[in-house]
């Protein structure tokens, strides 16, 4: 017995030093959704993270919470959860599109699931999301975070909240919001539908800091907001990750990264995000050894700000790719 108290004495130290390291050093933190079959255990998927020099890791499944956080135990890894309080089960108030949004082909080619769209194409995001200002979600996702606290999750990544459209919303009560503004004189819209966000955003970290001080938010802006992709900086979180490039064809080009990632660390919260699918279901994507040269190259310039890499069972096997994050993160 005694010998069982001694050694959660010694994990709960181990988490209160990486949760001051990452508060003061920025946060190095990874995710991951689809994991090749040499991963299987989760306590490997964990290890593979600590490997590449990640200082927390983010669990997007939705069981094994167990494993993942006695996992992150072992390994000194801050275990985050993702949460997404615009998902249907939070709320009842959808967004709806115009007419003309629910034309637009899904499915093109060069489609971008909610990052920014390629150039001349229009993109709509087919996962249905709550408006933002449906009042039921604060309690609701309040619930989820007590549970995932009483888990042992040090950290909660939000994600997921933004518009559909990657700009708006058109149900009853947005509707009634901007005609309201608007009586007198013309509203700016973009400004309106930004201020939804980031209202929720900052109602979420009052909520989730008063539930437990210690607990650290993070979030990744995603779908993306076009009239501004850096409203982020407005925002109250702990860690915000801000695409700095993207996962799917056509990649970024060299000057948009850099910009991303200027602009994404010019504020205290944010970090920037890379995404990767190196194999797996979508491994078309794959990133050619070129286009990883020279992320890495800006990324140096930028390595105490703290990164967010998603996903991590493509990194999985990808040995160029293994030496350029361990090369950036040790
Ligand atoms: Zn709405």
Not at 2 to 15: A, D, M, Q, R, S
Not at 109 to 114: A, C, E, P, R
Not at 206 to 230: M, Q, R, V, W
Request: with cysteine; hydrophobic share 35%; aromatic share 10%.
């Amino acid at each position: 017995m005694k010998n069982l108290i001694l050694i959660f004495t010694l994990v709960f130290i181990n988490f209160s030093l990486i949760a001051q390291d990452v508060n003061s050093k920025k946060l190095k933190i990874t995710a991951g959704w689809y994991w090749p079959d040499e991963l299987k255990e989760v306590s490997n998927k964990v290890a593979f993270a600590k490997s590449l020099g990640f200082n927390a890791m983010i669990w997007c499944s939705g069981t094994q919470d167990k494993e993942f956080i006695n996992a992150c135990k072992k390994n000194s890894i801050l275990p985050f959860k993702i949460m997404e309080p615009l998902s249907k089960k939070y709320g009842t108030r959808l967004q709806v599109l115009t007419h003309e949004e629910k034309t637009i082909d899904q499915k093109h080619t060069l489609h971008q699931y909610g990052g920014e769209p390629a150039k001349g194409k229009q993109d709509i995001l087919s996962k249905k999301l709550l408006c933002p200002t449906d009042d039921k979600i604060i309690k609701n996702v309040n619930d989820e975070v007590k549970r995932i606290i009483k888990l042992g999750y040090k950290g909660i990544c939000w994600d997921f909240i933004g518009y559909r459209n990657l700009k708006s919303c058109h149900c009853m009560t947005c509707t009634d919001k901007i005609k309201l503004l608007s009586k007198d004189k013309p509203i700016n819209l973009a400004a309106f539908y930004e201020s939804q966000l980031i209202e929720l955003y900052n109602r979420l970290e009052t909520e989730i800091k008063n539930i437990d001080k210690k607990i650290i938010s993070a979030c990744h802006i995603h779908p993306t907001y076009l009239p501004n992709p850096f409203y982020a900086s407005k925002i109250k979180i702990d860690h915000c990750a801000v695409t700095c490039s993207w996962f799917f064809l056509p990649h970024w080009k060299k000057s948009k990264i850099n910009n991303h990632i200027e602009t994404t660390t010019s504020f205290s919260s944010g970090i920037p995000m890379i995404a990767y699918y190196q194999s797996g279901p979508m491994s078309s994507h794959t990133k050619s050894k070129k286009q990883i040269d020279f992320e890495f190259k800006i990324l140096h310039k930028y390595k105490k700000k703290g990164l967010m890499i998603c996903e991590l069972g493509s990194i999985y096997g990808q040995d160029h790719l293994i030496k350029k994050i361990q090369k950036l993160l040790k």
